[in-house]
């Protein structure tokens, strides 16, 4: 993985576990609903894995995912960043919120690195 500082790291876990929360009130949502909750469940679970699989690389925590697992977690994760790429176009410069996608995407992209390192 490429270096990154501490402080960084801790920016973009927080940015990924933000996203978790997010993924987990939402499919919350739509199971109370009573909706297909298929697509958001599959969401969720690729980014609790690649959240692990960022806190292994970077703190040293155990990741123990099988290789099946891993690799449709970063499908998941790679089908996500284009709509975020997206978000960020539209966000008003210097707003929060483009502040909030551009740590969004960067530790989607720290992600997928995390994650090829572990298919290797």
């Given at each position: 993985m490429k270096a990154v500082s501490p402080e960084r790291q801790t920016l973009l876990i927080k940015s990924m576990q933000s996203t978790l929360s997010k993924l987990e009130k939402t499919y919350k949502n739509m199971i109370e609903k009573g909706s297909n909750a298929t697509l958001a469940k599959k969401r969720l679970d690729a980014v609790k894995i690649a959240l692990d699989s960022l806190?292994?690389?970077?703190?040293?925590?155990?990741?123990?995912?099988?290789?099946?697992?891993?690799?449709?977690?970063?499908?998941?994760i790679v089908d996500i960043l284009p709509s975020v790429e997206k978000q960020y176009g539209n966000a008003k410069e210097g707003s929060p919120q483009k502040t909030l996608l551009e740590r969004r995407i960067a530790s989607i992209e720290a992600a997928i690195e995390a994650l090829d390192a572990h298919t290797q």
């Amino acid at each position: 993985m490429k270096a990154v500082s501490p402080e960084r790291q801790t920016l973009l876990i927080k940015s990924m576990q933000s996203t978790l929360s997010k993924l987990e009130k939402t499919y919350k949502n739509m199971i109370e609903k009573g909706s297909n909750a298929t697509l958001a469940k599959k969401r969720l679970d690729a980014v609790k894995i690649a959240l692990d699989s960022l806190e292994n690389a970077w703190y040293g925590t155990e990741f123990s995912y099988e290789k099946e697992n891993i690799l449709e977690a970063r499908n998941v994760i790679v089908d996500i960043l284009p709509s975020v790429e997206k978000q960020y176009g539209n966000a008003k410069e210097g707003s929060p919120q483009k502040t909030l996608l551009e740590r969004r995407i960067a530790s989607i992209e720290a992600a997928i690195e995390a994650l090829d390192a572990h298919t290797q």
